[in-house]
């Protein structure tokens, strides 16, 4: 009987251990965001107009989808993950060097970076990013705009589904 009880304390001994250690791990990343911000600027300094108007109108949606589960809007402990988007590279159609081109392929980037700040507002983690695709090139369509517009969407697509792995979410 000695032995059972043995076993039943050392059971909920290591259950109240994984209850405190997974609690504790999930405190550890402490990723909760009450807010998420996108920050533009950068591109309008490199008179990138319609780069930073089509990446504002769709990289928040993106990033609230993305980060949903890390998000806590009322929380005012939770800090504010700002993505600032530092370039947005549309290439040019034609060969570029690549073996998988087809003349009208081109590589598109967009370089950025995700800021952590807490919730008194100081940067406490930085993750940069570059983010590309291969993409067709509007270059010679009577559509470009349209093409471009939607290439760079593509683009702060990938820059949402890319930052949480850079993050180590």
């Known amino acids: 009987m000695r032995e059972l009880q043995l076993t039943r304390r050392a059971a909920l001994a290591a259950l109240g251990f994984a209850a405190v250690a997974t609690a504790a791990g999930a405190q550890s990343t402490g990723f909760r965001f009450r807010e998420i911000r996108v920050d533009v600027s950068p591109l309008h300094a490199l008179n990138q107009d319609d ?38 590279s549309l290439g040019e159609g034609g060969e570029n060097g690549s073996p998988f081109s087809m003349g009208s392929d081109t590589r598109d980037e967009i370089e950025g970076v995700g800021l952590v700040l807490d919730a008194h507002g100081r940067q406490v983690q930085s993750y940069p990013l570059l983010a590309s695709i291969w993409a067709k090139s509007g270059e010679m369509s009577p559509y470009r705009a349209d093409i471009d517009r939607r290439r760079a969407e593509m683009l702060a697509r990938g820059f949402a589904q890319w930052l949480p792995g850079k993050m180590g979410l």
């Open 51 to 88: 780069e930073a108007a089509w990446v504002a109108a769709v990289l928040p949606g993106y990033l609230r989808q993305t980060f949903a589960k890390y998000l806590a809007p009322g929380d005012r402990s939770a800090g504010v993950l700002v993505a600032r988007i530092d370039d947005v």
